[in-house]
C-alpha cells in the first residue's frame, strides 16, 4: 500500500513538475506574448494556469487509474508530458509556431491513443482525457491562428 501510494505521488509530482520546470526557464519568454496578434477566441492570460492545473490533476488521476494494467499505458503518458513540455518553450521560447504545431499535433495523436489505449481498462479514465483533448484544439487553433497573424 505504502507502494503504491509513493508512485501514485511521483506520478502526480512529475506531471506537474516537468511543464512547471520547463515553463520557469523560459518564463521571460511569456512576456512576449502580450505582443503578439491574437485570434478572436484567446482567452485572457489567467485562464491558462487555471485551466492547466485542472487537467493536470485529471491526466493523474486518469494515469493512475491504469498504469498498472499494460506497460504502453505508462509509456504512451509519459511521451504526452514530454511533447506537451518541449511545445512551450518552441513556441514561447524559440517562437518557431509551426514547429510547436507540429508538436501539438503529434501530441493530440498521442493523447486519442492514450485515450483509445485507457479505454480498454477503464472507462473513466479514458474520460477523463476529454478535456485535455478538447484543449490540445483549442491550442491547435490558437497556434495555428498566432502563426497565421505573425
Known amino acids: 500500500m505504502k507502494k503504491i501510494f509513493k508512485n501514485n505521488i511521483i506520478i502526480v509530482a512529475l506531471t506537474f513538475l516537468i511543464p512547471g520546470i520547463i ?3 523560459i518564463k521571460n519568454s511569456f512576456m512576449a506574448f502580450k505582443t503578439l496578434n491574437k485570434p478572436p477566441l484567446s482567452p485572457s492570460p489567467i485562464v491558462f494556469p487555471i485551466v492547466w492545473s485542472i487537467l493536470y490533476i485529471l491526466l493523474s488521476i486518469s494515469i493512475i487509474r491504469v498504469k498498472d494494467e499494460n506497460d504502453d499505458n505508462i509509456k504512451l503518458y509519459y511521451l504526452s508530458l514530454i511533447l506537451n513540455a518541449i511545445w512551450t518553450p ?3 521560447g524559440l517562437k518557431w509556431y509551426f514547429l510547436a504545431l507540429i508538436d501539438l499535433v503529434i501530441l493530440l495523436y498521442t493523447v486519442i491513443r492514450m485515450y483509445k489505449k485507457f479505454k ?11 478535456p ?3 484543449w490540445l484544439i483549442f491550442a491547435f487553433y490558437l497556434n495555428f491562428s498566432i502563426m497565421i497573424m505573425n
Open 90 to 92: 518552441i513556441f514561447f
Open 120 to 130: 480498454e481498462y477503464d472507462d473513466i479514465s479514458a474520460y477523463l482525457l476529454i
Open 132 to 134: 485535455y483533448i478538447a
Open 23 to 25: 515553463a520557469f526557464l
